[in-house]
């Protein structure tokens, strides 16, 4: 049994197999999901687990070299955006409209569906080297 980190194992699988620059997506509980893309759905109720907790973790679990979020949490959720820049530190951001946020998710290795349900709660990783 694995002692430390992410035990679902689908997440763990993932992180084990990402490369420099794939990108992942943490997303909230209604962000729409490209046919192909995988699917990590972490969704119990609304708001369980929360968008943060999930971030937290694959901080502490993968080499983040820079992140997307769509422009809208700006104006309409700028509590989730501050946590995010905390949590991130000198990460670079990139914005980019909420159409064209989507649009760069069918790119993407997965999506993890948290049940979070506050506006714009979604971000993409791009994973980075560790060397």
Do not use: C, W
């Not at 962000?31 to 972490?42: A, H, M, Q, R, S």
């Not at 609304?46 to 769509?70: G, R, S």
């Not at 998710?105 to 714009?120: D, L, N, V």
């Amino acid at each position: 049994m694995k002692k430390n980190g992410t035990l679902n194992s689908d997440m763990a699988k993932l992180l084990a197999d990402l490369g420099h620059m794939d990108q992942i997506v943490i997303a909230d509980a209604g962000l729409p999901i490209p046919t192909g893309v995988k699917k990590i759905d972490l969704a119990l109720t609304l708001n369980d687990p929360p968008f943060q907790k999930l971030l937290d973790i694959l901080i502490k679990e993968m080499e983040i070299e820079e992140v997307i979020l769509a422009d809208e949490i700006k104006s309409n959720n700028p509590a989730q955006l501050a946590l995010i820049k905390e949590k991130l530190g000198d990460k670079p951001i990139h914005y980019s409209s909420h159409e064209e946020f989507k649009k760069q998710t069918r790119y993407s290795k997965a999506i993890i569906r948290t049940g979070e349900a506050t506006p714009y709660s979604n971000i993409i990783l791009q994973s980075g080297v560790l060397f």
